[in-house]
């Protein structure tokens, strides 16, 4: 079959390296992809924001299956506009996609099931936002209600901070998505994130995996879009992930199916736990960047059967065989990021890297110059390895950081420490 994804970051150069390795797929087109992506695949240039120009481009290049990639063109109802067409879409509607593109519309889901989350009020207006946080005390939480590209979270230790963040809020720093305003009770514990598939009926869990969003060693710094991450996540047990589906998903899911808008696709549910219980922090509606590049580790070429599966509604037949062992990937992004950061620096020893199934240098932020490989964004490389121990895993992963000569980039060089 002929498959379309949609992006061009680490997570869609892994969704390509994974759907490439099954037999199912005799062409692949990424876009618009990266320099990487396009070792591998096609790229094509094309705006994934605009539904039109994709329903042209799948029916131009006769593609039977689309793999969306990023939340913006979910949430902007690419995959309606997909289906009205008769193609066949992994990725929830606009309306599914809510669960990361309204945090109001999260905690109204959850309460509706009594999923266990932190307590929260919903505000339209700074006075009354501003009295509830005088009245809680801190710490406490404030979340602008829509799509932020992960700055639209303030964990305030201080009543005084939070309060200048609802100011900030509503002063219109965040655009529209801080119109309205979530404020949440403060919730301590570990967090990692759980994935699942759903087809609008079942439920299938397909891995787990523990981020690093602090730009610094030791988890120092500004947040970040993620430093490195490894599955499994060894906070979440067997016996949590039970917790997790049972109290939190499929109840979410099965709320969602009675609203008349099923959700199909893949669910990321980041997870607080503490003492052996999940709580929800928050859903996002696509893989994680950089946990899908390990879980793409480990699931392989299955990932196709899983992601067809979850389109078709077959996912009550399926099982999920992921390697028994260990993935970890470390980001490297160029000098200054999260903040200013010069594009266009040339990167080597990309060529004589290892690449098989337990070694692979993903691309995020590359474009190609003259032959060589130049850096083209904030987080740029996803140096991710397999191992039989984490440890196995960490240190792959580090020996091929040290064969990038890179002089404009940095990384973590702890990711990993928080399960080894
Ligand atoms: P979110 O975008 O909702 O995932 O929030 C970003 C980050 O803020 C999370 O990964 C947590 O580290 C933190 N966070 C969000 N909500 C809470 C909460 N209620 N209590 C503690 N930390 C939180
Ligand atoms: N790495 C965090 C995210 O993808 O949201």
Known sequence: MNILILGGGGREHALAWAVMQNPKCDKLIVAPGNAGIAQIAECAALDILNGASVVNFCDENAIDFIIVGPEAPLAAGISDRLRDAGLMVFGPSKAAAQL??????????????????????????ADAARAHIKAQGAPIVVKADGLA??????????????????????????????????????????????????????????GTAQDHKRVGDGDTGPNTGGMGAYSPAPVLSDAVAELAMEQIVKPCMAEMTRRGMPYQGVLYAGLMIKEGQPRLVEYNVRFGDPECQVLMMRLGAQALDLMLACAEGRLADMQVHWAEDHALTVVMAANGYPGDYAKGSVISGLEGLTADSFHMCFHAGTARDKGQFIANGGRVLNVTARGATLAEAQARAYSMVEAIDWPGGFCRRDIGWRAL
Request: aromatic content about 10%.
């Open 149 to 206: 590209a992960g700055k639209g979270v303030i964990v305030a230790m201080t009543v005084e901070e939070a309060l200048a963040a609802v100011d900030d809020m509503f002063g219109g720093e965040f655009g529209a998505a801080g119109a309205e305003v979530v404020i949440e009770e403060f919730m301590e514990g570990e967090e990692a994130s759980f994935f699942v598939l759903c087809d609008g009926a079942d439920v299938l869990a397909i």
């Open 100 to 125: 990361e593109a309204s945090k109001a519309f999260t905690k109204e889901i959850c309460a509706a099931v009594n999923a266990p989350t932190a307590g929260y009020g919903h505000f339209t207006d």
